[in-house]
């Protein structure tokens, strides 16, 4: 028999993966995404401190100047402290076209209970402060629920951004 070369018209052809494929636009947002809720959860944690802080102070306050007992002022230490925390995250929240009718009654509850917060954490301060020691206790009372109400606004406006 005759020997027959066959040629074969099969050609192999070098598998190349890159060692990193590009990040598309997705995946780097949904990194980004990924950063930000890590970043939000950190600062909402720091405003749990603060904001259990400011309830002790806060009830502290409430009993010194109204007399009324720790139910009662654990009570209206609550509504006060989550109150501007609730109305400022639902404002974040709530579609664009319905955040003017609700800055109508939030903004003016927001503004009332950061000033009653702060005051109140501000006369449990100084209550326990004496000669000039007073002032930066005042101060320090003033602080807290400014400082919760930044914390709350920075970590929700990071966790609810989406592009």
Avoid at 131 to 140: D, E, H, K, N, S
């Amino acid at each position: 028999m005759a020997n027959i070369s066959r040629k074969s018209n099969i050609v192999s052809i070098a598998k190349t993966v890159p060692a990193k494929l590009p990040r598309t636009k997705k995946s780097t947002q949904k990194k980004v995404q990924s950063t930000q809720n890590v970043a939000a959860a950190r600062i909402l944690a720091v405003g749990l401190v603060l904001v259990g802080l400011s309830l002790s102070h806060l009830a502290q306050g409430i009993e010194l100047v109204t007399g009324s007992g720790p139910i009662g002022s654990w009570s209206m230490a609550i509504g006060i402290d989550l109150g501007f925390i609730a109305l400022e995250l639902a404002m974040l929240t709530a579609p664009i076209d319905l955040r003017a009718k609700l800055n109508i009654y939030a903004g003016p509850a927001i503004i009332g209970t950061l000033a009653a917060s702060a005051l109140m954490n501000a006369f449990a301060f100084a209550s326990h402060a004496t000669g000039q020691m007073v002032y930066p206790a005042i101060a320090l009372g003033c602080a807290i629920p400014a400082l919760i109400f930044a914390l709350t606004k920075t970590a929700a406006t990071l966790a609810f951004h989406q592009k």
